[in-house]
């Protein structure tokens, strides 16, 4: 009888071994982030890891910030940025679910001072249409708007009239914020609470998402938050928070990732979890289906030969991969990027975020996706990116690097004396910008963006360069005047490089009485 019990116990004690024994995966992985990590130069990152109704990983890599040194843990708060996309739209499902609103409500049922570029567009543009990213605007057309300014969100809305669309209506892709600050508007006219106050009730404060918040103003209440960075010369410097209260719908969530586990378990559990039922299956299948497709790139047909179709749902972007339905969404903040996505047919998902500004989170996604679909048979995408960014801004050197030279070799006097440049300039979309003359030369700043404010040096006949008084993601930019029939500075017209706001829509004609 001895022999048996102790038998017994050794194969107990065999199978408990058994139990805890690490998953080898995930092992992998934990090794694989930090490196990718150290490679790509960031200070801090978070992940975190579901399957199965359960966190199966969550850790912090390297600091919160570069200044404290303090530890990242999965606790900390990061912004989360176009991840909120997806608390809109969820929202917007619970007021389908309770009938109060339809996907193909017609915007101005809503929000009577809705217009856009077209009277037509206007009178048919529907909520599913602000959603799904289908306007016929080009992506992240009207962004200066919102962006640091002190535009209201309806203010935001109404501007919009002055977009010019590249596409048709409804028919190609075109990744828009300002339609996602109107579809939050509609949240207020129809429950009376603001889209913060109802994204909070509803979502942040039911699912027990305690490291969450909506606005940076609020970040002080929090002891472990990771702060922006912006890396110059190598080096990552710590950035000022840039308060996105006025666009909070498209984009102001602030998370930590066992946080946004709690929002990928329930958009897994198709808007359930732990039995609280928070929105129907059927706005799940809806949110989740393809509505606007995007076309698959060279990138991923030689690296990703298992993904056939991309597209755009409901405040999520859909593609397929290893035979799988993948469900995702990336954002971008100033200084912080970060990628959550969920994989319904096999109960994963995982969220990515980091403090500086990086390629890494989307790379990451198919990192983990190959290893849990596919045995880790895939790509290894972090390191194609890496190389593909070490390039690209070895090539932006050398383009600044020949803009000087160009500059150095083309000393010349402007055409006119600096007054002549100075005066209030308005653009109908944005507002105005003032341009003056002080001790330090010619100076300019957006009136209604405190941010945008910086020193312009004459550079060649009627060209500025830019330079900003602000250490912030943007580079240096290009400030062309132009004269009218008279002779006189009476137009100015913006360049500033880069992959997120487009200056050249901004069309600044100098005030009547301040030409001289």
């Known amino acids: 009888m001895r022999t048996l019990i102790l038998t017994f116990a050794f194969i107990c004690a065999g199978l408990a071994v058994t139990a805890q024994?690490?998953?080898?995966?995930?092992?992998?992985?934990?090794?694989?982030?930090?490196?990718?990590?150290?490679?790509?130069?960031?200070?801090?990152?978070?992940?975190?890891?579901?399957?199965?109704?359960?966190?199966?990983?969550?850790?912090?890599?390297?600091?919160?910030?570069?200044?404290?040194?303090?530890?990242?843990?999965?606790?900390?708060?990061?912004?989360?940025?176009?991840?909120?996309?997806?608390?809109?739209?969820?929202?917007?499902?619970?007021?389908?679910?309770?009938?109060?609103?339809?996907?193909?409500?017609?915007?101005?049922?809503?929000?009577?001072?809705?217009?856009?570029?077209?009277?037509?567009?206007?009178?048919?543009?529907?909520?599913?249409?602000?959603?799904?990213?289908?306007?016929?605007?080009?992506?992240?057309?009207?962004?200066?708007?919102?962006?640091?300014?002190?535009?209201?969100?309806?203010?935001?809305?109404?501007?919009?009239?002055?977009?010019?669309?590249?596409?048709?209506?409804?028919?190609?892709?075109?990744?828009?914020?300002?339609?996602?600050?109107?579809?939050?508007?509609?949240?207020?006219?129809?429950?009376?609470?603001?889209?913060?106050?109802?994204?909070?009730?509803?979502?942040?404060?039911?699912?027990?998402?305690?490291?969450?918040?909506?606005?940076?103003?609020?970040?002080?209440k929090f002891k472990e938050v990771a702060l922006p960075h912006n890396e110059v010369e190598g080096r990552n410097q710590v950035i000022n928070w840039v308060n996105w209260d006025n666009m909070a719908p498209a984009g102001s969530i602030l998370a930590s990732a066992d946080d946004v586990c709690q929002w990928l378990m329930l958009q897994l559990g198709q808007g359930t979890l732990n039995g609280k039922t928070y929105w129907s299956a059927a706005r799940s299948n809806e949110m989740h289906e393809m509505v606007t497709p995007q076309p698959i790139g060279n990138f991923s047909r030689q690296n990703m030969p298992s993904k056939h179709f991309g597209g755009y749902g409901l405040g999520w972007n859909v593609f397929d991969f290893h035979g799988k339905k993948v469900v995702n969404h990336g954002g971008g903040y100033d200084g912080m990027i970060s990628q959550s996505f969920f994989v319904p047919e096999a109960g994963l998902g995982a969220v990515i975020l980091t403090n500086n500004n990086n390629w890494l989170p989307g790379a990451m996604m198919y990192k983990i996706l190959d290893t849990f679909l596919s045995d880790g048979k895939g790509a290894d995408v972090p390191s194609l990116y890496l190389k593909m960014k070490k390039d690209g801004d070895a090539e932006d050197k050398a383009k600044a690097d020949e803009t000087e030279k160009k500059r150095l070799a083309n000393i010349t006097k402007p055409s006119y004396p600096l007054a002549a440049y100075a005066g209030i300039y308005e653009c109908p979309l944005y507002g105005q910008c003032k341009v003056w003359e002080d001790e330090r030369g010619l100076r300019m700043q957006f009136m209604q963006t405190p941010l945008f404010g910086g020193t312009l040096n004459h550079f060649e006949h009627e060209r500025f360069q830019l330079v900003w008084n602000e250490q912030m993601m943007l580079p240096k930019g290009m400030v062309q005047f132009i004269s009218d029939i008279q002779g006189r500075v009476d137009e100015m017209r913006i360049e500033v490089e880069n992959p997120d706001f487009d200056f050249s829509e901004l069309h600044f004609k100098k005030l009547p009485d301040q030409i001289k």
């Not at 975190?48 to 570069?66: L, M, P, Q, W």
């Not at 990213?133 to 919009?160: C, K, N, P, V």
């Open 21 to 220: 024994k690490p998953d080898a995966r995930l092992v992998g992985l934990d090794r694989y982030f930090e490196k990718q990590r150290i490679q790509w130069n960031i200070p801090g990152m978070a992940i975190a890891i579901v399957k199965d109704g359960k966190i199966i990983h969550s850790k912090g890599y390297g600091v919160r910030d570069t200044k404290s040194n303090l530890p990242v843990t999965g606790s900390t708060l990061f912004a989360i940025a176009s991840n909120t996309k997806s608390f809109t739209t969820a929202a917007l499902a619970t007021l389908v679910d309770a009938g109060l609103i339809s996907w193909d409500d017609k915007v101005r049922k809503h929000l009577p001072y809705f217009q856009l570029y077209s009277p037509y567009v206007s009178e048919e543009m529907t909520i599913r249409d602000l959603v799904s990213h289908r306007s016929g605007l080009a992506t992240f057309s009207g962004d200066l708007l919102w962006y640091g300014s002190t535009h209201s969100r309806e203010e935001i809305i109404r501007r919009a009239r002055h977009l010019k669309p590249v596409h048709g209506f409804r028919e190609k892709f075109g990744y828009q914020n300002v339609m996602f600050i109107a579809a939050g508007e509609i949240i207020p006219v129809v429950t009376g609470l603001t889209w913060d106050e109802y994204v909070d009730k509803t979502f942040l404060q039911s699912l027990g998402m305690k490291n969450s918040c909506l606005s940076v103003k609020d970040l002080n």
